[in-house]
């Protein structure tokens, strides 16, 4: 063996001896929700897959076949719809198999079950599908009584009842879960009386629809299919007593949190990613957990009014692999924040226990959500210590902060977290410690101003008449920029003025520059309370793109349409009138703008009354340039104007067209020359 080759081998060797690094990622991504945006981001897992449980128990008993519902009692004691084995099966908290209940042949023999519900006192109530029952067993398993279709005049006769979810509140209210009903779900009293139907859907209907009830006849509305309400396909409930329902076939409310009334004290709020919901839990806190079978993100989280959190989770289509789901049908919560999730395809139930992060993270959140802002200081902290990126960390240390007093401290972590709202507070604090401290020097400062300005007027304007003066050329520029007064208070007086001579394109030019400069500045120098978007995401472009895009439609939709109807103004007239009617959004955009960076939140009408105040002005301004420039009387003025908006509408829309069109043409030839590119 050469040298060289004796060399090669030793180092292999010792390159073989270094210790490598392993990682082991999940099969799915974990998502966080941006409050203020509903953007997503990346983040570390908050739960990770700790194992498969089959149900398989000693002497051989079958394993889990087609579970279709769970329920974890306070002991962690997990209760399990197996619908293919026709029983409810009880498991430890490890997955272990225990016993089973309604296996054995008699009365109490289910039939396909399809949902569980345990009480406190450990009484099971068991959604008999395949026998279309309630059937209720006692703690030790015995089976006790059933409950069948109640009989009710208030039930319609030709009413379906094929109970397949049910739940049970302190009351001994019963909650079963029909299939097919659109009508809601069926209560029941403790002696199975029905009391009627509760929390049902609203019809809603899609665009077609509503079209099709505008134009066609009741003679043909019989023959179109009736637009029925969505089902209810899942239920819970909380600490609270309140009831959860997971809704499928609806655009919004896919979760409600019903009040004994039947009122949804979520606000029927629209959830993304849950056109196919399929069961919601609730933990201790009241943090809600939603199971969708969505090819990503199965497994939501929100707080207790309902705001997204996080989501996580998959759909594999191919061979099993712990993580990923094929056809879930269930989810439930132990007390130890664990995941069990029933997938009746895989005929397996995957348990999820919660990282560090995900510890961390969801104590904060409810130590938050209940007001203990203090005492969630530390877990928020350690949050950041995890995870950078999630605004609600930087939240929740701005109320700890603002709670603690220390306003400056919250200002900073409000704006990292986007808070608006709690920005606008700690601001608040902050100014009125401003003004205890400087008030008194602020006044007197302004006063010797005013002063100065009130006394000096006169000296300062004699001294200018006498010493100096403007060149001839410059004097035609101060007279043109003296008709910003004239349009601002006089208005027809102005442009009447404006109209009798060409005003230079210079004036014209530094007036349009003004105005661009005011957006720009507005879209970066507007106060965080009015406008909480980070700069690094800030576009000026499109502000300024709307500003001139309709100014500029506006001048060549007004001289044409006044050209129809024998206007007598020339098309500089109408441009340089229209320049000069942005006079008001250019003197009152910059206190605008000064103001936003001082008013807070609760005093916005300052802010907005100036705004809707300049764009009037600007609309009158344009009105009136429209009848002194075309000599209109004020209903040809009027006139006018509308069909000058409408011409205004109707260029955008033929803009749009075309360059849909010209992006088509453009996109057809790029494809043409790639393929030939690729034979040639």
């Given amino acids: 063996m050469s040298s060289i080759t004796k060399i090669l081998a030793l180092l292999g060797i010792f390159f073989l001896l270094l210790p490598a690094a392993a990682s082991a990622s999940l099969p799915y991504w974990t998502e966080y929700i941006i409050t203020s945006t509903g953007q997503t981001w990346g983040t570390q897992p908050l739960y990770t897959p700790r194992l498969a449980v089959t149900g398989i128990g000693e002497g051989g008993t079958p394993a889990l076949s087609e579970p279709s519902d769970l329920y974890i009692t306070a002991d962690d004691s997990v209760y399990v719809a197996d619908t293919g084995n026709n029983r409810i099966a009880v498991l430890d908290r490890t997955g272990n198999y225990i016993r089973q209940i309604g296996a054995e042949e008699g009365e109490g023999k289910l039939n396909a079950p399809e949902g569980v519900y345990v009480t406190g006192d450990g009484t099971v109530y068991a959604a008999d599908t395949g026998n279309r029952r309630i059937a209720v067993y006692d703690s030790g398993g015995t089976f006790v009584r059933a409950f069948g279709k109640p009989e009710s005049e208030l039930l319609p006769e030709s009413y379906y009842f094929v109970p397949a979810k049910v739940a049970v509140d302190e009351r001994s209210t019963i909650y079963a879960v029909s299939k097919g ?17 509760f929390g049902a859907n609203k019809a809603s209907l899609s665009f077609t629809q509503w079209i099709q009830r505008q134009v066609l006849s009741k003679e043909q509305l019989k023959k179109e299919k009736a637009a029925l309400p969505g089902e209810v396909g899942n239920i819970a409930i909380d600490r609270d007593g309140f009831l959860l329902t997971a809704n499928f076939g609806v655009f919004s409310g896919q979760i409600k949190k019903l009040n004994a009334g039947g009122v949804d004290m979520l606000g029927g709020i629209t959830l993304e990613k849950l056109d196919q919901l399929v069961d919601v839990a609730v933990d201790p806190n009241g943090f809600l957990f939603s199971l969708a079978r969505n090819p990503d993100n199965t497994v939501g989280i929100y707080d207790p009014s309902g705001r997204p959190l996080f989501r996580f989770g998959g759909i594999s289509t191919q ?45 904060a959140m409810a130590l938050y959500d209940k007001g203990y802002y203090a005492d969630s200081e530390t877990g928020w902290r350690k949050a950041v210590g995890l995870n950078e990126m999630i605004d609600a960390s930087y939240k929740g240390l701005g109320e700890a902060a603002l709670y603690g007093k220390r306003y400056s401290e919250s200002l900073a972590y409000f704006k990292l977290g986007g808070d608006a709202k709690g920005y606008s507070e700690s601001f608040w604090n902050v100014r009125l410690d401003w003004i205890r401290s400087y008030l008194a020097v602020t006044a007197a400062a302004a006063l010797a101003v005013g002063l100065i300005l009130r006394f000096a007027k ?52 530094i007036i349009m520059l003004l105005a661009i400069a005011l957006t720009v500045c507005r879209t970066y120098w507007t106060g965080f309370v009015f406008d909480p978007e980070p700069a690094a995401f800030k576009d000026p472009w499109t502000p300024l793109l709307k500003l001139l895009g309709v100014w500029s439609t506006w001048v060549v939709a007004n001289y044409l349409v006044s050209t129809v109807k024998d206007g007598e ?19 009152l955009m910059a206190p605008v703008i000064v103001l936003t960076n001082i008013v807070v939140l609760e005093e916005r009408i300052i802010v907005d009354g100036l705004l809707q105040v300049m764009w009037l002005w600007v609309a009158l301004l344009l009105f009136v340039m429209t009848q002194v420039i075309h000599n209109f009387d004020f209903m040809e003025a009027f006139k006018n104007s509308l069909i000058t908006l409408f011409t205004i509408v109707v260029i955008w829309v033929l803009l749009i067209i075309l360059g849909a069109l010209s992006y088509n043409v453009y996109n057809f030839i790029y494809e043409l020359t790639r393929e030939v590119g690729q034979y040639v």
């Fill in 181 to 197: 009903s659109y009508q809601g779900i069926v209560r029941m009293n403790a002696q199975g009386a029905f009391t009627g139907f």
């Fill in 319 to 363: 061979a099993s692999r712990l993580g990923l789901f094929s056809f879930p049908t269930a989810i439930a919560l132990s007390s130890e924040q664990e995941i069990w999730i029933a997938d009746s395809k895989l005929n397996t139930i995957q348990v999820f226990a919660p990282t560090e992060f995900g510890l961390t993270i969801l104590k």
């Fill in 458 to 509: 006169r000296p300062l304007a004699a001294y200018a008449a006498d010493h100096l003066s403007l060149p001839q050329g410059m004097r035609k520029y101060r007279q043109e920029w003296r008709d910003f007064r004239y349009v601002m208070l006089h208005p027809y007086e102005g442009f009447y003025r404006i109209k009798e001579r060409k005003v230079s394109y210079l004036t014209l030019l």
């Fill in 569 to 587: 103004g020339r098309f500089r007239e109408v441009l340089q009138a229209s320049v000069y009617a942005l006079v008001p959004y250019i003197l």
